[in-house]
């Protein structure tokens, strides 16, 4: 478990092209600009 003010570090490997939007796990933050966006590409 991860505590809300806690922080991690993920690897992971991505299969497809495309673009993948993330956002915090405090979706209200996301209207104050604590989004971003992963571009996956060949």
């Given at each position: 478990m991860l505590p809300a003010?806690?922080?991690a570090v993920v690897?992971?490997?991505v299969t497809e092209e495309?673009?993948?939007p993330?956002?915090?796990h405090q979706f209200n933050h996301a209207t104050k600009g604590a989004k971003?966006?992963?571009e996956v590409t060949e």
């Open positions: 003010s806690g922080g690897e992971f490997t495309g673009t993948f993330f956002v915090t971003g966006l992963i």
